[in-house]
């Protein structure tokens, strides 16, 4: 019985090992010659305005949870897509009711300024 366990065994100490031997021998080839301009924080080719531990606003964060909400709609429109034949008028009025309840909540938030950048 446990020679059936063997080939899982080889597999994740392979898994494990794969890694860390990598890093430890790209670690030994590759070049390390750190200075200041390789150590400073990259914003698009200029310089960072603020520091790294700035607190953010909560406006950053509704953005993402927006964006979080909106893009699981097209997670549901993908399936409906594939099989709108198959769903035929029924399909379609409850896509529409989907998309009519979005809508209504995208206009609400719109109104709110919860979608305002600066």
């Not at 609400?108 to 305002?116: H, P, Y």
Request: aromatic fraction near 18%; proline fraction near 8%.
């Amino acid at each position: 019985m446990p020679r059936n366990y063997i080939p899982i065994l080889i597999f994740i100490t392979l898994a494990f090992l794969f890694p860390i031997v990598t890093l430890a021998i790209l670690r030994w080839v590759r070049p390390s010659v750190p200075h200041k301009a390789k150590l400073s924080p990259y914003e698009c080719g200029v310089d960072p305005v603020y520091q790294p531990r700035e607190r953010y606003t909560v406006r950053y964060y509704i953005v993402a949870i927006l964006f979080v909400v909106f893009d699981v709609e097209t997670v549901f429109l993908f399936p409906w897509a594939i099989r709108y034949d198959v769903l035929g008028l029924f399909g379609l009025m409850e896509m529409l009711v989907f998309l009519g309840i979005l809508i209504v909540g995208f206009v609400w938030l719109w109104k709110q300024g919860a979608l305002e950048w600066v």
